[in-house]
């Protein structure tokens, strides 16, 4: 959030934070279709990033989609309108092509696959748009931004759902020439768990080399610094789009939430890049709020869940999330009333399954087949038996309970008040029956559908 100078100012400052924002998963794709259906990954049954991982499947698109949030408030009269990433695989030809308009949306800009940003393609409401690399006319932060002033300028009549979901600061982290310049010495904080070993963790942490080769972390630091050069593109995207809410005397009455999907990481635990791990820095994301019967510069410490968010669009729009499949809760009356507070969730589920390849990655063949996302230096990022479940609880003491499907059944645990960064794994020492209470809790949301999350 450090570059997004003017959200913070416009969004934070004006209306709320959320200091524990998380996904209950740290991929794009099955996260985001948690974002759009409200329910847990064991519900809504996409696993990764690929067709077969049930992104944006035509199984996907005939079940889920149709029980999404835009579909609720386009019933209720709202003008909706997506711009910009979708679903990994939204799109291509096995997936319904561009063809595909998803269920709820009034006007409709998906970008075709994974994030680009230029020489990419849009499906128009149904209809194939190609771009190429002239930055006046193709950088995509710019060109979603303009198409939301232009559907704002020509909107008739509230209430209008707008979700503006820019690319940036995914890979391939193009910066537009404007900022190419910005943060020129800028390096990944060497803070925390930064080029630490992972010893008493799972065994593709333990994979990891520590300390970390000059390449790596050279390759890291860059990353991070082009992260936030291309957000300060989406910062930009924010100021105008606020501006012309504000002209059009309709940003008073307008909620504006502002989010990502996942955390990242950028040399934590000698992992070079990406995300998919259990930790802090993958799961937690900003959240800020403004809008009609919010306070100004308040900060919540409630955990808010990334599927709380479809409820609280519903909510909103006047529709009772409780009478729908989702499960999350919406935390609209945390942030106008403040009337729940007391009796919030204190724990939550996070998912993951892993990804890996059939065959040897030939960056890494020393360890043979079931990994994937491998560095040159042999590091990989994940693997198949990366699979697990956690419950992260937030009361006196914050604690972090995850299992693995693997043939080990490892355990990891963390005290989060006295080990914040997670360097300690206290499987082997903490009280065995804390142990038991937690492995029951996971089993009961393991299994859990719509109330039965939420109590």
């Not at 990033?49 to 386009?74: D, I, R």
């Not at 390759?219 to 991070?224: E, S």
Request: charged fraction near 20%; charge should be neutral; aromatic fraction near 12%.
């Amino acid at each position: 959030m450090t570059p997004m100078k003017k959200t913070q100012m416009l969004i934070g400052q004006f209306g709320a934070s959320f200091a524990n924002a998380f996904a209950v998963t740290p991929l794009c794709c099955p996260s985001r279709s948690s974002i759009l259906t409200g329910l847990y990954p064991h519900n809504h049954l996409v696993r990764n990033n690929s067709l077969e991982g049930n992104c944006s499947s035509p199984a996907w698109q005939k079940y889920q989609e149709p029980l999404t949030f835009p579909v609720y408030l386009q019933k209720q009269g709202y003008q909706t309108f997506y711009a910009g990433k979708y679903l990994n695989q939204y799109g291509i030809p096995k997936a319904g092509g561009v063809q595909h308009v998803p269920m709820g949306w009034t006007y409709w800009l998906g970008l075709v696959g994974n994030s680009k940003y230029y020489n990419y393609t849009l499906s128009i409401n149904g209809h194939e748009e190609k771009h190429g690399d002239h930055y006046e006319e193709d950088y995509l932060t710019d060109l979603l931004t303009n198409r939301s002033l232009e559907f704002l300028q020509k909107l008739s009549r509230p209430p209008f759902l707008m979700v503006l979901a820019p690319p940036a600061a995914r890979s391939p982290w193009t910066v537009a020439p404007l900022y190419k310049s910005a943060y020129g010495t800028l390096k990944a904080p060497r803070d925390g768990s930064f080029n630490v070993h992972g010893k008493d963790k799972h065994w593709l942490i333990k994979q990891a080399k520590t300390p970390m080769s000059n390449s790596s972390i050279e390759f890291l630091d860059n990353v991070y610094k082009a992260r936030w050069q291309t957000l300060l593109s989406v910062d930009d995207m924010v100021e105008k789009v606020l501006d012309q809410l504000k002209s059009l005397n309709l940003l008073d009455s307008t909620y504006v939430f502002y989010t990502s999907d996942h955390g990242y990481h950028t040399g934590q635990f000698s992992l070079p890049i990406d995300k998919r791990q259990l930790y802090e820095f993958d799961i937690r994301v900003p959240l800020l709020v403004r809008g009609p019967g919010i306070k100004g510069n308040q900060t919540y410490l409630e955990p808010i869940l990334n599927i709380d968010l479809g409820p609280t669009f519903l909510d909103i729009a006047g529709i009772n999330a409780s009478q729908t499949s989702m499960d999350g809760a919406s935390f609209l009356p945390l942030l106008v009333n403040q009337t729940q507070r007391a009796g919030w969730r204190s724990d939550f589920l996070v998912q993951y399954t892993g990804e890996g390849y059939a065959t040897k990655d030939p960056d890494c063949p020393i360890l043979g087949p079931g990994v994937s996302q491998c560095f040159p230096d042999c590091v990989c990022e994940d693997a198949y038996n990366n699979t697990y479940a956690c419950v992260r609880t937030m009361s006196a003491v914050n604690m972090q309970y995850c299992e693995f499907a693997d043939k080990e059944n490892f355990v990891e645990v963390y005290n989060l008040t006295a080990d914040p960064h997670q360097l300690f794994n206290v499987a082997k020492s903490v009280d065995p029956s804390v142990l038991e209470q937690m492995n029951q809790r996971l089993i009961k949301l393991q299994a859990c559908s719509g109330i039965s999350c939420r109590s």
